[in-house]
């Protein structure tokens, strides 16, 4: 079993920073890429950002310039620096992590979410 726990979550102001972190844990071969998605009330899940076991990066264009994404490897953490915060950003932001277990084939797994508000 692989779990993934997500912590940093929070109420700020706009304009402000929250960091989140997610560390995944049990039976870990390797992971592959790790991300962040999103989903606000009433609307789809959508990705936020990725980020490769080579840390190549991918974000939403909404987030470009304002949110960072980083792993610990050594860790099986990822991490999601979220600046300049917009009310609009308010969601429930869930980890995401292709882990294989036993080095044959990956599979997804995602965390229980954390609540991000932005108040205006």
């Known amino acids: 079993q692989v779990q993934l726990v997500e912590s940093g979550g929070g109420l700020v102001q706009a304009g402000g920073s929250l960091r989140l972190s997610c560390a995944a844990s049990?039976?870990?071969?390797?992971?592959?890429?790790m991300g962040w998605y999103r989903q606000a009330p009433g609307k789809q899940r959508e990705l936020v950002t990725t980020?490769?076991?080579?840390?190549?990066?991918n974000y939403a264009d909404s987030v470009k310039g304002r949110f960072t994404i980083s792993r610990d490897n050594a860790k099986n953490t990822v991490y999601l620096q979220m600046n300049s915060l917009k009310p609009e950003d308010t969601a429930v932001y869930y980890c995401?992590?292709?882990?294989?277990?036993?080095?044959?084939?990956?599979?997804?797994?995602w965390g229980q979410g954390t609540q991000v508000t932005v108040s205006s």
């Open positions: 995401n992590a292709e882990v294989s277990p036993y080095g044959m084939g990956y599979w997804d797994y």
């Open positions: 980020i490769t076991s080579g840390n190549n990066t």
């Open positions: 049990g039976r870990i071969f390797s992971i592959n890429v």
